[in-house]
């Protein structure tokens, strides 16, 4: 089975892409439970370091898009437009957000009048839009983009907007480390940064195939913005000055990344902090031998409160059950059969690893505990692992294969971008020092970066 194959079986369990327009989904409900554990992570991550939440509104009027050149000139093919109020024409284009800069960034320029009003950090969690014209995939390439949190930041001086960088970067490292999600921290280079932006920093994720997934970016824009849009401070000497702004953003791609660092043949594995589902009481009934449903809904009532957990009474087999449970990723499933009634006991199996283990009732509380700190750390450790053996050091061009991201050294952005573009492979600087020789011309590399096929 190859990963699209895997990939588009599973993620309808989350989204259903069967809605009659290319590039739409539709959340399923198990697919939105999960979203919304997975955001309010993010959400009280983004708090704890003093961001609030705000929404401005979709309909961008075309002037407004095209005052920053540089940022429309990246954006410009794939911006949808509302031409028609009804059946008349609207005197000016309104754009549905690609992207929020523009639609914000006025609103800075009237809330932001000194220094006291800095830093100024806001995020909005929200469906944008893109016409894509490559090959669509749920929650890697939509047209509409689900659950964009964009964040989007004033600072009084670069010094302030580099703290948000390196400070946003730690706030990702935390996000993804919880949801063990493997991840490269690279540098774009100046041809692949956002559009208007002076730094990019991305995360990359190694899918399955090979691939290099972006789950997350954050910008910094310089002044260009605050001048285009006029946002000045007063300064303490009573000078006017521009600021900084820095912009970050994450996508539903999280949980595109999230569900294929993890999944296997049998379907989805989630760890218990994200799992709409953590645990799935399944009472095993065995025919002339005693029905072991009524210690199982004991069972089920000593752990509601506690975790997010089912019981299943259907009169399914046992494999039938298992099966279902195991295809969407609950992390922990109690068995109860009649042996397990008899010596007061449950048995626990684990969804990562399969194993089994057999606790006394009493304990089961405390067991429950240990067994989900443990799946979260194998999960995480097996998924960096996995990341690891995808990853590959090429010092020829000859040696980049498809299925693998390669870690090379290049002497100049030129000789990057000149292999760039022939090998149809991303370009990347990761912070580490070159050693040996150019790929591309054999002369002193100057910096690592990562090549890969990206999405
Ligand atoms: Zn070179």
């Known amino acids: 089975m190859t990963f699209y194959d895997w990939y588009n079986e599973h993620v309808r ?8 327009l290319k590039g739409a989904l539709v959340w399923t409900p198990y697919g939105f439970k999960m979203q919304r554990l997975v955001y309010n992570k993010l959400r009280a991550l983004l708090e704890s370091t003093g961001h ?6 979709l309909m961008i009027p075309e002037t407004q898009l095209q005052k920053e050149k540089e940022h429309v000139k990246g954006f410009n093919s794939e911006v949808y437009w509302v031409t028609h109020g009804g059946s008349s024409k609207l005197e000016e284009k309104l754009a549905l957000r690609p992207t929020s800069e523009t639609v914000i960034y006025p609103m800075f320029a009237l809330w932001i009048r ?12 929200v ?7 490559k090959h669509t995939r749920p929650l890697i390439r939509d047209r509409e983009i689900t659950f964009f949190k964009e964040a989007h930041c004033a600072h009084a001086n670069q010094k302030q907007a580099q703290q948000e960088m390196d400070s946003i970067e730690k706030t990702y490292k935390e996000f993804f480390d919880a949801l063990c999600t493997p991840y490269y921290i690279v540098k774009r280079p100046a041809w692949d940064r956002f559009p208007g932006a002076e730094e990019t920093v991305a995360f990359d994720q190694v899918m399955p195939n090979g691939k290099t997934l972006q789950i997350a970016t954050s910008h910094n824009l310089g002044t260009g913005f605050s001048k285009m849009f006029e946002i000045t401070y007063e300064q303490e000497d009573g000078s006017h000055n521009h600021p900084v702004l820095t912009c970050h953003g994450i996508s539903g791609r999280c949980i595109a990344g999230l569900i294929s660092a993890h999944g296997d043949e049998r379907g989805l594995v989630l760890p218990p902090e994200f799992a709409p589902v953590q645990i799935a009481v399944v009472p095993v009934i065995f025919k002339n031998k005693e029905d072991p449903t009524k210690t199982a809904e004991k069972v089920f009532d000593s752990i509601k409160e506690r975790w997010r957990a089912v019981i299943d009474k259907t009169d399914e087999t ?8 195991e295809q969407q ?7 109860l059969g009649p042996r397990e009634v008899k010596e007061n006991k449950a048995l626990l199996v684990r969804r990562d690893t399969g194993e089994k283990k057999s606790v006394a009732l009493s304990s089961l509380d405390k067991e429950l505990e240990k067994l989900a700190k443990n799946i979260t750390e194998t999960m995480h450790e097996k998924a960096w692992e996995k990341q690891k053996s995808l990853t590959k050091k090429a010092t020829n061009p000859k040696q980049l294969k498809d299925g693998f991201t390669y870690e090379v050294e290049v002497c100049s952005e030129e000789c990057a971008k000149n292999l ?13 020092k070159a050693k040996g020789k150019c790929i591309a011309c054999g002369k002193p590399a100057k910096s690592v970066g990562l090549m890969s096929n990206a999405y």
Not at 52 to 57: D, K, S, V, Y
Not at 127 to 133: A, G, M, Q, V
């Open 420 to 432: 760039e573009e022939k090998l149809e492979y991303r370009g990347n600087i990761v912070g580490k």
């Open 127 to 133: 469906n944008t839009f893109r016409y894509e014209t």
């Open 318 to 325: 046992p494999g039938a059950k298992y099966y279902r449970w």
């Open 114 to 125: 000194s220094h006291a009003d800095l830093p100024l950090k806001i995020f909005q969690i």
């Open 13 to 20: 369990l989350i989204v259903d892409n069967r809605y009659k």
């Open 52 to 57: 609030q939440e705000t929404r401005f509104p």
């Open 329 to 335: 990723g609950v992390p922990i499933r109690v068995e």
